[in-house]
Nanobody
């Protein structure tokens, strides 16, 4: 059973930056894909970014809405995945969730709140 814990959320002004972290325990995440999703009030959960590894090659994918502003990365030694968020906008306000993909997005963290003020 994998356990995912997000941290790093908070309140920031538009144009600012935050760095989210997701610590995984119970399973080595580099064997699987890892992703970040978010859910704003009254909206469905949406994909933000994901990362996977194949040998020495790292593949990353982003939603169009965050491309060029967010960067996903992984630290295999710490079993941690991070999401660096720059140039934040009020529409980025949401609860951000970390997830692990095996056969589907099977495991989720509890989420961390990100609030961007205008």
């Amino acid at each position: 059973q994998v356990h995912l814990v997000e941290s790093g959320g908070g309140l920031v002004q538009a144009g600012g930056s935050l760095r989210l972290s997701c610590a995984a325990s119970g399973r080595t995440f580099s064997s699987y894909a890892m992703g970040w999703f978010r859910q704003a009030p009254g909206k469905e959960r949406e994909f933000v970014a994901r990362i996977r590894w194949s040998g020495r090659i790292t593949y990353t994918y982003y939603a169009d809405s965050v491309k060029g502003r967010f960067t996903i990365s992984g630290d295999n030694a710490k079993n941690t995945v991070c999401l660096q968020m720059n140039s934040l906008k009020p529409e980025d306000t949401a609860v951000y969730y970390c997830a692990m993909y095996m056969t589907d997005w099977d495991d989720w963290g509890q989420g961390t709140q990100v609030t961007v003020s205008s």
